[in-house]
């Protein structure tokens, strides 16, 4: 069962690159690495998710090194609006695997 | 498309009593996937179910029970209530399950128990 850790808060400046990161050292061979976003009373919403190397879509990269025992979400000149708490997600099917959500980090975005 | 509803959005129930949120997914989404979280503990899996069977279950007690029907839609329901089982309760579905495919969530049951 894979325990993962994330810094609790962060903090940025507009305009700025944001990068957290989730250490995960017991991760296991078929997990893959998720990362959300969860605003005030909603659900969380997917940002971008991995297995290895690295990944990039429209609004995030997620660096994800050889051992795979971390891995880091880069946003990319962040804005106000991506106040909000991040979570990674570690996990894989099978009835002996289990979903392991991070602690989450919460990040505040400034002027 | 729509998106994936919960139902009640809140919900107050007195201990010992047992409740059943209902989780609407995604057309075409076969897996849906229960969480809880407090802030003591952040976000908990429950379970997951595809295809009417339950696939996956995280660490809690047997009192927290789902099922899924037919048409993917599911309940969770938590017998006895502990005053410890006030929590936000989200559901998510995905087409193949949340660790490898996109999960959309919903925007959650408040449970309170007093």
């Known amino acids: 069962l894979a325990k993962t850790t994330q810094p609790i808060s962060m903090d940025s400046y507009e305009g700025q690159e944001v990068n957290i990161t989730c250490s995960h050292n017991?991760?296991?061979?078929?997990?893959?690495i998720t990362w959300y976003q969860q605003f005030p009373s909603q659900g969380p919403r997917f940002i971008i998710q991995?297995?290895?190397t690295k990944v990039t879509n429209e609004v995030a990269s997620l660096f994800i090194p050889a051992d795979r025992k971390s891995s880091t979400l880069s946003l990319p000149r962040v804005s106000l609006s991506d106040t909000a708490v991040y979570y990674c997600l570690v996990g894989s099917t099978g009835t002996a695997s289990k979903l392991t959500f991070g602690t989450g980090t919460r990040l505040q975005v400034t002027l | 498309k729509a998106g994936v509803t919960q139902t009640p959005r809140y919900l107050i129930k007195t201990r010992g009593q047992q409740v059943t949120l209902s989780c609407s997914p995604i057309s075409g989404h076969r897996s849906v996937s229960w969480y809880q979280q407090t802030p003591g503990q952040g976000l908990q899996f429950l379970f997951e179910?595809?295809?009417?069977?339950?696939?996956n279950k995280g660490n809690f007690p047997g009192r927290f029970s789902g099922r899924q029907f037919s048409n993917s839609r599911s309940e969770m329901n938590v017998s006895t209530l502990e005053l410890g089982d006030s929590a936000l309760y989200l559901c998510?579905?995905?087409?193949?399950?949340?660790?490898?495919?996109?999960?959309?969530f919903g925007q959650g049951t408040r449970l309170t128990v007093v």
């Open positions: 017991n991760i296991a061979t078929n997990d893959y």
């Open positions: 991995g297995y290895k």
């Open positions: 998510a579905s995905s087409s193949q399950g949340p660790w490898n495919t996109e999960a959309f």
């Open positions: 179910y595809f295809s009417e069977t339950q696939r």
